[in-house]
């Protein structure tokens, strides 16, 4: 009878040992992952996830111009949703010449190497100018822009107050 109960335990925990082994082998599994292809892609990168591509249209475009997705994307026939694969929307190719200027102006005049839409390390970005309006105000309104006058020679700053006269020459 102990002779039976020996080999039943050691059946049993042998199971319960291959069970283990089955459920750690299966939970240090991932599911394959297929990533999402985008169509119509021209500037951000083809194998851009769907957070980073959220986070850029929605955070930086959106917030940056005040804007939603139908601002440039055209609306799918049909549907209350936009057909983000259209270029449709003649506003599209324009954001599209904004994000190529945006890089362009981090590489050339702040030295971002490989600067990319969204990456923390730009400079500039659309809020540079937009601050969440879709058309930025260019009629120097902001109080941030001051004429300095030419190089080498500073020009007053609107609403400063004046220089203190020059002290009188000795001879």
């Known amino acids: 009878m102990k002779k039976l109960l020996l080999q039943i335990n050691r059946k049993l925990m042998v199971m319960i040992t291959m069970v283990i082994v089955v459920i750690i082998g299966v939970a240090g599994t991932t ?3 297929h990533p999402v292809i ?7 990168p083809q194998d851009i996830s769907r957070e980073a591509l959220h986070d850029i249209m929605e955070v930086q475009f959106g917030d940056a111009l005040g804007v939603h997705c139908d601002y440039c994307h055209a609306k799918e026939p049909g549907a209350d949703h936009p057909d983000f694969a259209s270029d449709a929307n003649p506003r599209k190719d324009i954001a599209r010449d904004m994000m190529r200027m945006v ?19 730009m400079v500039v970005t659309c809020y540079t100018c ?9 009629k120097g309104k902001n109080p941030e822009v001051h ?17 203190p006269p020059a002290p009188p020459q000795k001879n």
């Open 31 to 33: 599911a394959p992952v």
């Open 38 to 44: 985008y169509k119509n892609l021209k500037i951000l």
């Open 147 to 163: 004429d300095f006058g030419p190089p080498g020679k500073p020009g007053p700053v609107p609403g400063a107050p004046a220089a």
């Open 103 to 121: 890089l362009k102006m981090n590489t050339d005049n702040f030295q971002v190497a490989k600067p990319m839409i969204g990456d923390s390390l």
């Open 130 to 138: 937009h601050h969440g309006a879709a058309i930025p105000d260019t």
